[in-house]
């Protein structure tokens, strides 16, 4: 795999309804990014963190991210998965994964096309997700242009700080 | 082909022509709501030009009064930068003090047939305000503030028509209850209410079913207006503006009519609030730890009213904690003046404060290990009120009165007999 727009990793599965508290839990408000990114799903599968690597996917069900407008997508980018595919995904998890950076992808059937620790290959070019196991292409549901540039670019915050509309700071 | 007020709105800010389902609109923002959790370090940044001071509006809400110094901190942060750029609409701890959806419901904020944002989840609250509004994520506050701008994927809609009238002691709340309990999750769709029912249902009860819309996974959730809202409208904000209805020959996903004569008062079971609703008599007797009402869903003054006249002249069961919480400090004056406040304190509920309190487990009446409550509020989600192994059934106002006098579960049927409906 090379090139941006081809990216693969070991597969996670989570199920439906995957709310906002789950990868951001409340008391990691208060914290900062980098504290937050080590939440992640600490109360639903603790010791995930430690097992996930860099690049890791997350295969999630219906209504993936429903719940608060708390930047979880931005803990997932953080914690270093490298993609979410998702049945549905709530709009507002999107918004967040499009503005924080955070590749996440609506992929009818991938919640039974893939087990845990299969490998997935996505293609943004042609718009697939591929089970390397099993061989099985699913169709990836598109995102619009405008906001593929901008979630692929790293999110708003670095169009802002561009723009000199708000103050440079370096990523956590 | 016609659009339905959601597409109308979004197509009006975003300059004019059509939008559809699929399209992603980059709108105007009429109204950016920053509250107190958007000054929190981390999401916060230095903003260094801001579009137009008097489109923003700040209000601090979750964590008034500081119940910590991080809030403190987040309270200076938001003070500083609303003095910096001379905005003047900052609702601080004090007589202007509430919750950020029900500050902007009571000071109509809410420009009908517009957009709004706020980085809360509940925004679609001002949808009962004829306004596109939805919560939306820290990025997207500062991009609403420093360039005037969102960008919404544009969803499918779904109708509710309305038609009848409420039973007494059943209210807005019992038909969420209902609709999330028939037709679960509306992921990326927006939900649209109208219908010849609509208008029996007052602003307040409007609000709820609106605030609720963000359980439905909506993204708008928009009320038709009627002579009622234009009025209310009004009477609190001089701005001049142009309610949207939807074309006749709008495009929905779907067209549902609900009677709301047949409905009864309903609760939603712990830890989801969709696909969970059940008839009272499934739970009555469940005994209660605590009893809350508040919330920026029922944190108005239609829910204290009616608490104040479940628990008239009869006490809170003992061992059983009645925590009430307005939605503003507006709403506690006016409560105080109708006799409600009175009312609740002597049957032996706890008043605390406008803010968003209990209902998002930050202070005043956090839940402990194992504890139950029944809440008139937004979530009950695992943990979001205290400890994750408490247990949040969700109901009416009326009911969580009426379960705080028995003291555990109860159908508030008995205290509104004789009432007409």
């Known amino acids: 795999m090379s090139g941006d727009n081809m990216l693969a990793g070991r597969v996670w599965k989570f199920g439906d309804n995957i709310n906002t508290d789950l990868m951001l839990p409340g008391p990691y408000l208060y914290q900062s990014a980098a504290a937050q990114a080590k939440a992640v799903f600490i109360n639903n599968r603790p010791g995930w963190l430690e097992e996930m690597r860099q690049g890791d996917v997350i295969i999630g069900g219906f209504n993936y991210g429903m719940g608060s407008s708390r930047p979880a997508a931005r803990s997932l980018r953080n914690c270093g998965v490298g993609f979410l595919l998702a049945e549905t995904i709530n709009g507002l998890f999107f918004r967040n994964s499009v503005n924080h950076g955070f590749r996440a992808f609506e992929c009818p059937g991938v919640t039974r096309a893939f087990e845990e620790g299969d490998t997935a290959e996505l293609s943004i070019e042609d718009w697939t997700a591929t089970n390397r196991r099993t061989g099985q292409t699913l169709a990836v549901t598109p995102v619009p242009k405008m906001l593929l540039d901008m979630m692929l670019g790293g999110g708003i915050l670095p169009l802002l700080e561009a723009q000199g509309l708000i103050a440079p700071k370096p990523l956590p | ?421």
């Open chain 2, 1 to 421: 082909m016609g659009m339905t007020m959601t597409e109308k709105i979004l197509a009006r800010a975003s300059g004019g022509g059509t939008v559809k389902p699929g399209d992603v609109a980059v709108v105007d923002v009429e109204t950016a709501v920053l509250m107190d959790m958007s000054f929190l370090p981390a999401g916060w940044r230095d903003i260094l030009k801001v579009h137009a001071p008097n489109k923003v509006v700040i209000v601090f809400d979750h964590l008034v009064p500081a119940p910590t110094v991080q809030a403190a901190q987040a309270h200076r942060t938001g003070r500083a930068f609303a003095e910096r750029f001379g905005i003047e609409r900052l609702h601080d701890v004090g007589p202007d003090q509430g919750i950020a959806h029900a500050v902007v419901a009571d000071r109509a904020y809410a420009v009908p047939g517009t957009v709004l944002v706020n980085g809360d989840s509940h925004t679609c609250a001002a949808g009962a305000f004829n306004c596109a509004a939805r919560g939306v994520g820290g990025p997207d506050m500062l991009w609403a503030v420093t360039t005037g701008k969102a960008w919404f994927r544009v969803g499918e809609t779904v109708r509710y028509d309305f038609t009848g009238r409420l039973p007494a002691g059943v209210s807005a709340k019992d038909i969420f209850l209902s609709i999330a309990g028939t037709y679960g999750a509306h992921v990326n769709q927006n939900v649209e209410y109208g219908g010849p029912g609509m208008s029996t249902l007052s602003i307040n009860g409007r609000r709820t079913l609106a605030t609720m819309g963000a359980e439905l996974s909506a993204e708008f959730v928009i009320f038709e207006p009627d002579d009622a809202l234009l009025q209310y409208v009004r009477e609190r904000n001089q701005q001049p503006f142009e309610p949207a209805a939807p074309d006749p020959d709008a495009v929905y996903h779907e067209r549902r009519s609900i009677d709301l004569g047949s409905l009864e008062p309903l609760v939603a079971l712990p830890d989801a609030v969709v696909n969970n609703s059940v008839r009272i008599s499934q739970v009555a007797g469940q005994r209660i730890d605590q009893a809350f009402i508040g919330s920026c869903a029922n944190g108005t003054l239609d829910d204290l009213a009616v608490a104040a006249q479940v628990v008239a002249g009869r006490k809170v069961a003992r061992g059983t904690r009645f925590i009430v919480t307005p939605g503003t400090q507006a709403i506690y004056r006016a409560a105080l003046k109708a006799g409600y406040i009175e009312t609740l304190l002597e049957a032996g509920a706890v008043v605390t404060p406008a803010t968003c309190g209990a209902c998002s487990g930050g202070h005043m009446a956090v839940l402990g290990p194992d504890e139950v409550c029944i809440t008139a509020s937004t979530r009950n989600f695992k943990g979001r009120m205290g400890d994750p192994s408490a247990r949040i059934f969700m109901g009416s106002p009326a009911t969580v009165a009426a379960s705080a006098l028995a003291g555990a579960i109860a159908h508030p049927g008995e205290f509104f007999r004789g009432d007409a409906a």
